[in-house]
């Protein structure tokens, strides 16, 4: 089976992928939580992601990549059920657990599939996350008719509704088209600890994780206190982004694979940090909407570049067991990131995260171009 066979599954369930961060800040506002109260629903999805990652990397090497995609499809039906009638803290938190650990099982299954027989390994996440973006789009507009006509909370019900029925529809697609022949990989119960090399590369993919998080749960909340947009408002200012991410993640993970993945990592870093600046000096709508595309397609490039740097020269029969523990570091810092973010805004104002953000990644760039080891190509 070929990553192409799930393509659809994962538009399907990717509704929400794009719309939920505008989404809940507006949500939780109308429910009277705060801007912290908000930013914890993003560290329990990622904290979920964490205990998933210690549960199923090693079991993900044992059981077919079909299994854990009917697991995943289930599972963000689950969520997305619960989060259509979530009206309280403990009930967002249980929807975004779930939704966390759906998130883990369908990214390891993609990358088994992406990693069988495919050198081009950036390219493959690009695919992967141009399919979830495509998704969103859909999602995007499916949102734009359902408040149209309805007010905030009766139509997050309903669009939540809608979001789970795509979920089911993907599950039974699966169980139709994928059949349960599907060859999995050869599993060798040998323990697996990472080189030094790895080590070292799993450390800047926790960082990597910790720092773009500070800011990117916060981008509705800057954009309210910054222009005091509209729901409408806000969904034009990220159409171009949207669209910048759905088709070029392929081609984004090219870049990494022709030119050198630290080479990529490193340029990519000050070209974040420097978007991060403009967003704060150019304080207009039209600019911002440009100067987040650059951002958003230079955050992406590095991330294709720092994973498929890790998986360079990876049995693909112990992937699960690997690239689970790799992205243990991946909700650490998804944990960290949005709390220390939030803690950033309510203290000293909506531009000191994006400046501290600058600053780090600056330094995330030198140590990268110091430390990180060169590619085969780079």
Known sequence: MRYKQIAAPVILVSLPCIIFEGLLPLYTEQLNFTTFEMTLLFSVYALSGLI????????????????????????????????????????????????????????????????????????????????????????????????????????????????????????????WKVGPAVKKPSYRPQPVAFTKEKQRIWIFNLFLCLFPSMIKVLLIPFLKASFDLDMMELATVFFLPMIASSLLGPHLGRIGDNFGYRKVIVLGSILAAAMAVAIIVFHELSAFQVLWTVYVMSVSALNYSLDAMFVEGMDEGLIG??????????????????????????????????????????????????????????
Not at 102 to 115: H, K, N
């Open 321 to 378: 067991d690997y690239y689970g523990k790799y992205s243990f570091g991946s909700s650490l810092g998804h944990i960290i990131g949005p709390v220390l973010g939030g803690m950033l805004f309510d203290l000293w104002g909506i531009n000191v995260p994006y400046l501290a953000f600058a600053v780090l990644m600056l330094v995330f760039a030198l140590c990268s171009a110091w430390l990180l080891p060169k590619s085969r190509i780079g």
């Open 52 to 175: 998933m990652r210690l549960i199923i990397g090693s079991m993900s090497d044992r059981f077919s990549r079909r299994m854990l995609l009917l697991l995943s499809l289930s599972a963000y039906g689950t969520a997305y059920l619960v989060l259509a009638g979530a009206v309280t803290m403990p009930q967002l938190m249980a929807a975004r657990f779930i939704q966390g650990a759906a998130g883990i099982l369908l990214s390891i299954s993609a990358v088994g599939l992406i990693l069988d027989g495919n050198d081009h390994f950036a390219q493959g996440m690009g695919r992967f996350d141009s399919n979830r973006n495509f998704g969103g789009m859909i999602g995007v507009g499916a949102a734009f008719l359902v408040f149209m006509n309805h007010d905030l909370l009766s139509g997050w019900k309903l669009f939540f509704l809608c979001s789970a029925g795509a979920a089911v529809l993907g599950l039974f697609y699966c169980i």
